[in-house]
């Protein structure tokens, strides 16, 4: 609680620095907006998934639930800028890649659907050529994380935002968690409210909506976090979590809270060991761990970590064989019966998009 009280009074001392940072992100988004800076766009239908924000507001599950969906119907790729990875410039995934070439959420992409390309790229205005040259069938391109990145026109922007911590209720780094403007939501088609509560009621809905001010053109959903049964990181053997389990659960995600709360719903105790965001485990790091749950008393225990972290852990695959860690997968449960709504919109932007290789009224095929 004091390390938390801290940390606020220390950024709101940095205050000046935020608002420095804000008429540099103003700067740069006015030059776009007078066309002085200019957006490419591309021959295909391309959807952006992004936020206002640092931090977690489920952008990776997000473009896995569209992965999902589209799939089956039409010829996809992710591109994604690839953070913390080793590697540098484009980089498109093969099998034998690891998340040290691309990053763990594009891994984490690679490994669930591995018909669908993957690739990275610091500079997605350069990456977008090659990945279509080396992928010159596709369809459709899904971008993560680059609703910032307006060097790229995407055909259709999905902006997330955290129920608790609302991009209008938020303020500019390093204060605040906002990286770009707070006016920015204008650009999106989707805005999604992600994190909410399963028992959200319609008339809290509308107290959001009203504080978004959605535009006419937008269409505003809510979400809350899924999380399916854990399985084991090397055999995917499943597991229950009950009131009997100590968990020692590992994290190095920027959000862990959701995951947090779900244990202590679901077990009688369990312990924390908390990593930065996107962190690279070291061998020491799995020393650590061993170590920490071998002072667990308790008869029955494991470790749980996220499906982004096994990402960076797998690289220690034959020492993880050996331990009771699992995996605990998360998705984005749409309320209010509106994911089909969801999906539709998508659906209907991709096959109605017009390209140059399509005649005009022609939709786009599907498979």
């Not at 989707?190 to 959200?200: A, G, L, R």
């Not at 947090?260 to 369990?270: F, G, P, S």
């Not at 924390?272 to 749950?293: A, E, G, K, T, V």
Request: with cysteine; net charge neutral.
């Amino acid at each position: 609680m004091f390390s938390n009280w801290f940390l606020k009074s220390f950024r709101i001392l940095l205050l000046p620095f935020s608002i420095i940072y804000w008429f540099a992100v103003w700067l740069r988004n006015f030059l776009y907006d007078i066309k002085i800076r200019r957006s490419a766009s591309f021959g295909l239908p391309i959807i952006c998934v992004g936020n206002l924000s640092v931090g977690g507001t489920g952008k990776s599950p997000m473009v896995e639930f569209l992965i999902g969906h589209l799939k089956d119907k039409f010829k996809l790729a992710t591109l994604s800028r690839g953070y913390k990875r080793k590697t540098t410039g484009y980089v498109l995934a093969s099998e034998h890649t690891t998340s040290l070439d691309i990053g763990d959420e594009p891994m984490l992409f690679h490994q669930k659907f591995p018909d669908v390309p993957v690739a990275v790229g610091e500079e997605r205005l350069v990456a977008i050529p090659q990945l279509l040259h080396d992928r010159p069938d596709r369809q459709v391109i899904i971008l993560d994380d680059a609703f910032q990145h307006r060097a790229i026109s995407a055909g259709m922007n999905i902006l997330l935002t955290d129920c608790g911590n609302l991009f209008t209720r938020d303020f500019y780094l390093p204060t605040g968690d906002l990286r770009d403007l707070k006016s920015g939501y204008k650009r999106a088609d989707i805005i999604v409210v992600t994190k909410c509560k399963f028992e959200m009621t319609e008339e809290e809905a509308d107290k959001i909506r009203n504080e978004i001010q959605p535009q006419p053109k937008q269409q505003l959903f809510f979400a809350s976090i899924q999380y399916g049964n854990p399985y084991h990181i090397t055999n995917f053997t499943p597991f229950e979590l009950d009131i009997n389990t100590e968990v020692l659960l590992v994290t190095g995600i920027a959000s862990p809270q959701p995951l947090k709360k779900l244990v202590e719903e679901k077990c009688n105790t369990y312990q924390l060991m908390p990593f930065s965001d996107h962190y690279i485990f070291h061998i020491d790091d799995l020393r650590d761990i061993r170590r920490r749950f071998d002072r667990i008393e308790a008869s029955q225990k494991i470790i749980l970590t996220t499906e982004k972290d096994a990402m960076r852990l797998m690289k220690f695959r034959n020492e993880l064989e050996r331990l009771p860690m699992y995996v605990i997968p998360i998705s984005h449960h749409f309320l209010f019966e509106e994911e089909m709504k969801f999906i539709e919109a998508v659906t209907k932007f991709i096959r109605e998009f017009k390209s140059s290789n399509v005649k005009k009224g022609e939709k786009l095929p599907e498979i």
